[in-house]
Nanobody, 122 residues
Framework: QVQLQESGGGSVQSGGSLRLSCAVSGYSSDRYQMGWFRQVTGKEREVVAKIDTAGSTYYADFATGRFTISRDDAKNTVYLEMTNLKVEDTATYYC????????????????WGQGTQVTVSS
C-alpha cells in the first residue's frame, strides 16, 4: 500500500523560505504523477504544483516564480521549495500521487498524505 508522508512545514516570516518533502513508501515513486496541494480551513483544496514521471512541471499562478517542485525517484521523494513566502500562503500543504496525471488531485485513485502546516506571519 502506497503511503505519503510530508515534512518540512513550519512557521516563517513573510519573505522567508521553506522546503517541503514528501516521502513515498510502499511503491516506487517513479510510477506516480506527483503534486502538492494546499487547503485553508473552510476553503477548497487547491493545486500548488504538479510534476509528471518525465519531470515536466505545472504551477498555479500564485506559485509561479516562487515555488519549485522537484522529484528524486532514487530517494522516493518529492520536494516543494517555497521562497518569498507571503501571509496568504498560510495553509496545510498536502502531497498527492496518482498513476494518471489527468486524475491527480481528483478523488479517483489519488493518494494523499496527512498534510503539513505552513504558517507565514507578517
Amino acid at each position: 500500500q502506497v503511503q505519503l508522508q510530508e515534512s518540512g512545514g513550519g512557521s516563517v516570516q513573510s519573505g522567508g523560505s521553506l522546503r517541503l518533502s514528501c516521502a513515498v513508501s510502499g511503491y516506487s515513486s517513479d510510477r506516480y504523477q506527483m503534486g502538492w496541494f494546499r487547503q485553508v480551513t473552510g476553503k477548497e483544496r487547491e493545486v500548488v504544483a504538479k510534476i509528471d514521471t518525465a519531470g515536466s512541471t505545472y504551477y498555479a499562478d500564485f506559485a509561479t516564480g516562487r515555488f519549485t517542485i522537484s522529484r528524486d525517484d532514487a530517494k522516493n521523494t518529492v520536494y516543494l521549495e517555497m521562497t518569498n513566502l507571503k501571509v496568504e500562503d498560510t495553509a496545510t500543504y498536502y502531497c498527492a500521487a496518482n498513476h494518471w496525471y489527468s486524475d491527480l488531485g481528483r478523488p479517483l485513485n489519488t493518494i494523499w498524505g496527512q498534510g503539513t502546516q505552513v504558517t507565514v506571519s507578517s
